[in-house]
């Protein structure tokens, strides 16, 4: 005969409810711990870095593109999306230079790819540890601490981004 408690831990193990109820608590946002969220995180930063990725190769082929459409100087269209994506939203209007720079589409790209990288890589260093064994019984902890590495690595990245005066590229 089965005990008391092993028929309680049947019980609970049971799911109840039609498979739609079950499928709209997926997207709880609460119902979840926060590994799920650091699983499913690290995929998306993964996407949005192959896509960036992608994106980089292709704007940068743009210099091989100048001699195939017949444009008489090479990097003509290269140069013409570089500025556009470089050029501030208040560009002229008597803002510090850092200021302009800061509301600048490039910035905002940068910015956001430095919050990717920084994301996948300290989560990276989370899974990393858990797989050696460390940390393992403190995974909220060990995810909280390295998230908090990762703010304030960001924070300081975009600080230096702001700081950073314009890089002038080799031969100009």
């Not at 709880?28 to 590994?35: E, N």
């Not at 990276?124 to 909280?144: E, P």
Request: contains cysteine; hydrophobic residues 50%; aromatic residues 14%.
């Amino acid at each position: 005969m089965m005990s008391e408690s092993k028929i309680i831990v049947n019980q609970s193990q049971v799911k109840t409810g039609s498979k739609a109820s079950n499928f709209l608590n997926w997207f709880k946002p609460f119902s979840r711990g926060i590994g799920m969220y650091a699983w499913l995180f690290q995929r998306i930063t993964g996407l949005c870095l192959v896509l960036y990725v992608v994106i980089h190769l292709g704007i940068i082929s743009t210099m091989l593109l100048d001699e195939f459409l017949g444009f008489p100087e090479p990097g003509i269209l290269y140069n013409t999306i570089t500025a556009a994506m470089s050029s501030s939203f208040v560009k002229g209007q008597g803002f510090p230079p850092m200021i302009e720079h800061a509301l600048s589409f490039a910035f905002f790209i940068d910015a956001g790819l430095l919050a990717g990288l920084v994301y996948h890589g300290y989560n990276g260093i989370r899974v990393v540890l858990f797989d050696l064994g460390i940390g393992v019984r403190k995974q909220k902890t060990v995810f909280w601490i390295l998230f908090t590495l990762g703010v304030i690595s960001w924070i300081l990245a975009v600080l230096l981004i702001l700081n950073m005066p314009e890089i002038v590229l080799a031969g100009e």
